[in-house]
């Protein structure tokens, strides 16, 4: 019985400890509405991804946008409509990203997705030219030969059933795939995660992705400390990101004695449009350049790097596994993107598709940026409000 007072008098004395440090804009925004919560606890959110994606859904249809959740201690105001975001995502001082963000830190550290203010206006002037389109195209090659390396594996299972054909699972096919493109064209290094999937740097960025995920949305997995030493999943996540990091560091160092001994020098070897060089270049030369030039630091390239590791492969793979759920849903909406392929492609497929080939594809572009609209890759992105808006 005195153990039980005891338990009630400290729990009380938490919770009012609790509601007299509570943030002011917190009490404001309790007055929307949303789904009952538990103090401390927060709103219960069930333990898969797609469960949680699901009851996100049935609230904004119960509260209507924006409504009210907590995740453990902290508020979330969920808002689906354009003109509630749009202010926020305009303006120029709400520029910080969310709570959740801190569990890609890990890896990433303070690249281009996760850093905010000062640090990420200067990163994104000196990044935004790497994006060019321009620069992108000679990528193409990579994407070219990789997607042929993904038919190949996907014919190959086929083959191997026997009996009538049944339905297997194409999203690992296609992850492995986006994992080898983004690895060539930002760090310009081969990894053959599609011949290698088992590679410990492969395995440790598919832990970390759904782990990372995973934790966003359980608040109990939220103390670094007792996650990393006090659950398996936390050992295995500690590990991994080591194994990723060593990897990064590696590759960096390599290509860095590499242009050491090829004589490279940031002079002329700007990211300019039209240069030759900049053919058969990788993300990373482009940072190894700014790093020459004092832009940036050994651990920004590796963050950098990472960060586009990151945010190159997840995204691209669910974007094209959903658009091939899309379209096999369609049959007859498939069956014009065909024709379009054909007419513009020919009989000859000896070649691959040309940048302007791909241009000319208009049905499919249109098609691809349906199902992102439908079923978008990143479904929520979330900021820290540390100036009042309206919306
Ligand atoms: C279908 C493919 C993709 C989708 C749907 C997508 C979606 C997004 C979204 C929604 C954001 C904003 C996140 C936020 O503001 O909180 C973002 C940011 C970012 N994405 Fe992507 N992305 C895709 C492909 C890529 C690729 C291929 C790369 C790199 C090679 C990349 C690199 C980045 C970076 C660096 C940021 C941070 C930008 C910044 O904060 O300035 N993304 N992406």
Redesign the pocket.
């Known amino acids: 019985m005195i153990q039980l007072l005891l338990f009630a008098f400290f729990a009380g004395c938490i919770y009012v400890c609790y509601r007299l440090t509570y943030p002011k804009q917190w009490r404001e925004i309790s007055v929307f509405p949303g789904p009952p919560n538990i103090p401390l606890l927060g709103t219960a959110v069930p333990s898969s991804q797609l469960d949680v994606t699901k009851s996100v859904q049935k609230w904004n249809r119960t509260y209507g946008s924006p409504f009210l959740m907590k995740l453990g201690p902290s508020y979330l105001l969920v808002a689906s409509k354009a003109e509630q975001i749009e202010p926020i995502l305009k303006g120029t001082t709400n520029i910080t990203?969310g709570g959740s963000y801190r569990f890609v830190e890990h890896w990433l550290g303070k690249?281009?997705?996760t850093s905010t203010n000062e640090q990420?206006h200067h990163q994104?002037k000196l990044l935004t030219p790497t994006f060019h389109y321009k620069i992108l195209q000679d990528f193409l090659h990579i994407m070219n030969e990789q997607s042929a390396v993904l038919v190949e594996r996907l014919r190959e299972r086929v083959k191997s059933q026997t009996g009538k054909p049944q339905p297997f699972d194409v999203c690992p096919y296609i992850t492995l795939c986006a994992l080898d493109i983004?690895c060539e064209t930002?760090m310009g290094k081969r990894i053959n995660a599609q011949s290698s999937p088992t590679s410990p740097y492969v395995q440790g960025i598919l832990e970390f992705t759904e782990v990372a995920t995973y934790r966003a949305t359980h608040p109990w997995t939220w103390s670094d400390y007792i996650f990393e030493n006090f659950s398996a999943m936390g050992r295995r996540f500690r590990q991994s990101l080591n194994t990723m990091h060593q990897f990064t560091k590696d590759v960096i160092k390599d290509r860095e004695a590499a242009r050491e001994a090829n004589g490279a020098t940031s002079k002329g070897d700007e990211p300019t449009m039209d240069s030759e060089i900049r053919k058969k270049r990788a993300l990373m030369d482009f940072l190894l350049d700014m790093k020459q030039k004092g832009d940036f630091s050994s651990q920004e390239v590796r963050e950098q790097v990472d960060?586009?590791m990151f945010?190159?492969h997840d995204?691209?793979a669910t974007?094209i596994e959903w658009s091939c759920y899309a379209f096999g849903r369609h049959p007859d909406i498939q069956l014009r993107l065909q024709e379009e392929i054909d007419s513009i492609l020919g009989p000859d497929r000896s070649d691959f598709p040309t940048a302007d080939q791909l241009n000319e594809m208009k049905y499919l572009e249109c098609c691809i940026k349906e199902s992102?609209r439908m079923y978008?890759?990143?479904p929520y992105?979330?900021r820290t409000i540390v100036e009042p808006v309206d919306i």
């Open positions: 990203k690249g281009l997705l990420w994104r983004i930002s960060t586009f945010e190159g995204t691209t974007g992102q978008p890759p990143v992105i979330e």
